[in-house]
Structures are given as structure tokens and as C-alpha cells.
């Protein structure tokens, strides 16, 4: 009882509370994707526990992050999440984030429900202690636990949208707490951040105790998101021409290539833009 009133439900990848979570578009953002399920499942060497997904307001870093802990989990990775959000109090601090991978834990390795309710109960005031502290004894302890019993496991944690937890500093902190744990690599944890990429964050992730333990994942011309742009472009376009109600109105052409590609100069790499003129005209008030 005590670990679930200190749960964010909304933080989760599939909670209720997110009825439509941001997610990839069929057959977008497959190159990101395929590199870190590569990273996860050790296709590639394992050089880096932590990855740090980046990019700007609206490049689809959280859409990324949803896409992929639900590809994890279809794939039968264990996968625990915290998803921040800005203008959510359940979820916009520091505060729930071991107790919302924990009670994850929990679910994933039934094995370690009695340690962590036991440790709950011998400290009712756990959550009222430092991150690392709460880390160390419900998350850490637990894990090894299962590898002292022999049990073979890699959990994956995708802690997304690090900056919108309200205070900079404490940003810093949880950046801080799980690279020093994942320093000497005896963990079976890799962890994934998703974030802007905001001075005090770029600080965090290029400090010297990060070396070798990270990959940074930027959200750049690299992933080829303009021609990823333009396919979801051209996918919601012919979708609007099959139901939208004034379809019939529509030119066979409906839309130029020319306009569909203007609007992809637009983007400039972001998918928020076009996501937003796709909403935009595929309202049924709107004359596509």
C-alpha cells in the first residue's frame, strides 16, 4: 500500500491516463529504432550501459521512447519506465520515480516482491530519502538478489522527457545517481534517456565518470527523418482522402507533391509540425 501511494500511474508506458501516447508511425524512425533494439539485445558489443536519446522540442524523442519500450516488450525484454511530463504534478518531479520502476520491478520479477515490501515496511520513510538512497535499497539490492540466485536477466529502464522534471539540479542528480551505479558494469541494467538537449543536461552526460559507459543517440540528419517526415506525410494524406466527410471534394492529386514537400522543408526535421498540419486538416470542420 504504502509503495503504491507513491506510484505516478501516468508515468507508465501503458497507462490509461495517456489514451493516445505519442508513438512512430508505421514504418517511421526504423533506423533509431533498430539501433537501440541492436544496443539492448547485444547485436552490436555492449560498449555502453546508458543511451541518451536527443534532439529538439517536437523531433519525436518521446514518441521514439513510447514506440520503442512497446517493441521491447513484444520482443519479451523486461522493461521499466518513467515517462516525465511538464504539466503533470504526478510526474513532473523527482519524487515517484523509484517507486514507479519499482512497483514495474515488481511485476516484471514476482521473486522480489517480498524484499521490497519487506524494506518498505522496516523503513516507512524510505521515499522521504535521497534518490540514491531509494535507488540503492529498492531497485539495486533487489536486482542483485536475482543474480545471486542465478537468474539470467537484462531490464531495460527508458526514463524519458528528463527535462521536463521541474528543477535542474535534480535533473542533474538522477543523471548523476545511475551512471555512478552503472559504472563498473556488474549490473544487469542499461538504461535509455530521452531529452532536449539542455545546457545543464549536455553537462551531466559529457562529465569524465560517463566515459565509456554511453551512447549518444542525436536526433539529426542522420536518421534521415525528412524522407520519414514525407512518408508519414503521404500516409495521412491518402487516409484524409478515404474518410475524411468533404473527400469527395478532393482532386484525384490531392495534395501536390510539391506542397507535400513544402511542408516537409518546413518541418525542418521536427515531426511536431507536420503531425500538427496533418491534425489541422483532418479536422472534420476543415476543407482538406
Same mark, same amino acid.
Given at each position: ?11 507508465? $508506458? ?10 512512430? $508511425? ?10 537501440? %533494439? ?11 550501459? *546508458? ?12 514518441? *521514439? ?11 519479451? +525484454? ?19 520515480? *523509484? ?7 515488481i511485476k516484471l520479477f514476482p521473486e522480489t516482491k517480498e524484499f521490497i515490501v519487506r524494506s518498505i515496511e522496516s523503513d516507512p520513510l524510505i521515499f522521504e530519502q535521497t %534518490? ?15 543474480? +545471486? ?28 545517481? %545511475?551512471?555512478?551505479?552503472?559504472? $563498473? ?43 520519414? *517526415?514525407?512518408?508519414?506525410? +503521404? ?42 498540419? +496533418? ?5 472534420p470542420s476543415s476543407n482538406p
Amino acid at each position: 500500500q504504502l509503495l503504491q501511494e507513491h506510484v505516478a500511474p501516468a508515468a507508465l $508506458h501503458n497507462s490509461k491516463q495517456c489514451v493516445n501516447p505519442p508513438r512512430c $508511425h508505421a514504418h517511421t524512425r526504423e533506423a533509431v529504432l533498430k539501433e537501440l %533494439f541492436d544496443w539492448v539485445v547485444g547485436n552490436m558489443p555492449r560498449q555502453a550501459w *546508458i543511451s541518451w536519446l536527443t534532439g529538439a522540442a517536437g523531433a519525436g524523442k518521446s514518441a *521514439i521512447c513510447q514506440s520503442f519500450a512497446e517493441m521491447c516488450i513484444w520482443r519479451g +525484454v523486461k522493461v521499466a519506465s518513467f515517462f516525465f511530463f511538464r504539466t503533470d504534478p504526478t510526474r513532473n518531479t523527482i519524487d515517484p520515480v *523509484i517507486a514507479t520502476l519499482a512497483y514495474q520491478i515488481i511485476k516484471l520479477f514476482p521473486e522480489t516482491k517480498e524484499f521490497i515490501v519487506r524494506s518498505i515496511e522496516s523503513d516507512p520513510l524510505i521515499f522521504e530519502q535521497t %534518490f540514491a538512497t531509494q535507488l540503492d535499497v529498492l531497485i539495486v539490492t533487489p536486482i542483485r538478489r536475482l543474480q +545471486v540466485s542465478g537468474m539470467n536477466l537484462t531490464l531495460l529502464l527508458i526514463v524519458d522527457g528528463v527535462d521536463e522534471c521541474t528543477d535542474d539540479a535534480t535533473q542533474v542528480d538522477l543523471i548523476h545517481t %545511475f551512471s555512478k551505479l552503472l559504472q $563498473h558494469r556488474d549490473l544487469p541494467l542499461i538504461i535509455l534517456f530521452g531529452s532536449r538537449l539542455e545546457s545543464q543536461l549536455q553537462m551531466a552526460f559529457n562529465t569524465w565518470d560517463m566515459g565509456g559507459i554511453l551512447k549518444t543517440l542525436p536526433l539529426d540528419h542522420r536518421y534521415q527523418a525528412e524522407d520519414d *517526415i514525407q512518408h508519414f506525410l +503521404v500516409e495521412s494524406f491518402d487516409n484524409i482522402k478515404r474518410t475524411h466527410p468533404l473527400r469527395k471534394r478532393l482532386a484525384t492529386a490531392w495534395p501536390a507533391m510539391e506542397h507535400v514537400e513544402q511542408i516537409v522543408e518546413k518541418s525542418s526535421a521536427q515531426f511536431i509540425y507536420a503531425s500538427v498540419v +496533418v491534425k489541422f486538416v483532418s479536422m472534420p470542420s476543415s476543407n482538406p
